[in-house]
């Protein structure tokens, strides 16, 4: 693989590795890549040991802290994950979610001035407004916390010459400790078949529709950004197809031979996510790159995860 001729050997610094897009990403960029991964966690509980990956723990809202951590790993890439990213949470802790996705970043880019030829990938969300449009209405605040990231983030690149790629990924789903709707429906399933609880399981929307991708199509899509992407640029991440919930539920109950029971809810534009147009990640697929993992395969493993828990899914 061409990036792999870019990373490989290289120093990666990536925050929110505890996390379900960070653990595949120490995965890939250790083991595929080659890379020397420093992986940014809260606390060094219950992680992984992954060949090529040492952990950190750091606080990102502590800036001296972080400058302290960024000069002892004196990184040649930057991976930021760190961040919250639950709509419906963001509407009882908006505040937190301006410090972690806002705040933090800024003080990451800080950090990274005293290495100007590092490249830097921030990750936001398709949720997040497009800058180019005249009127900045956010339908919750994870999307405005992730639409003032992307603000700063160009800002700042502008401001201070450093090298800033954003990615913005859409549903991200697949194996691993996501709270993800499919996910969450994953762990329900197994727990009715461990003999749990057989209460019904609800979802917002029958009509609403997504884009999912698999969380190891975006990591790979990451890698390729921050060998060949271009400063300053916008890239979506995403399938290009639209599933409705509805759609997705009736695949995974299938793939699972699962009776499970689903209520179906109203929309509420409290906690249902943005309206989006379908998008075409075409800008990074000129870098060579395009999902290849099936929702059937990204489903499928789902439940293979939640199975091989056995005993600790609760």
Known sequence: MDERRFLQNRVILITGASGFTGGHACRYFATEMGMHVAALVRKEVNLPAIDGVHYYSCDLHDGQQLRAVVKEIA???VLHLGGRNSVSESWEIPLTYMESNVMSTLYLLDALRSFPSCRILIVGSRLSFQLSTSSYRSPHPYSLSKSLQKIVSCSWKELFGQSIILAEPSNLIGPGPSTGLCSLMGKRIVQVEQGGTREPFLISSR?????????????QAYGILLSNGLSGEVYPICSGTERSLEEMTKMMLTIA??????????DDPH???SKSTPIRAEFIE?????????????????????????????
Do not use: C, N
Request: glycine share 6%; net charge negative; hydrophobic share 40%.
């Open 75 to 77: 990184p040649d890439y």
């Open 207 to 219: 009509s609403d529709r997504r884009d999912f991708l698999d969380v190891r199509d975006a990591v």
């Open 257 to 266: 031979g699962s009776d499970l029971a689903v209520l179906w809810g109203e």
């Open 271 to 273: 906690l249902s996510e």
């Open 286 to 314: 000129h870098l060579g790159w395009k999902a290849r993992i099936s929702s059937q395969v990204s489903l499928t493993d789902i439940i293979y995860y939640f199975r091989a828990m056995k005993g600790e899914v609760s």
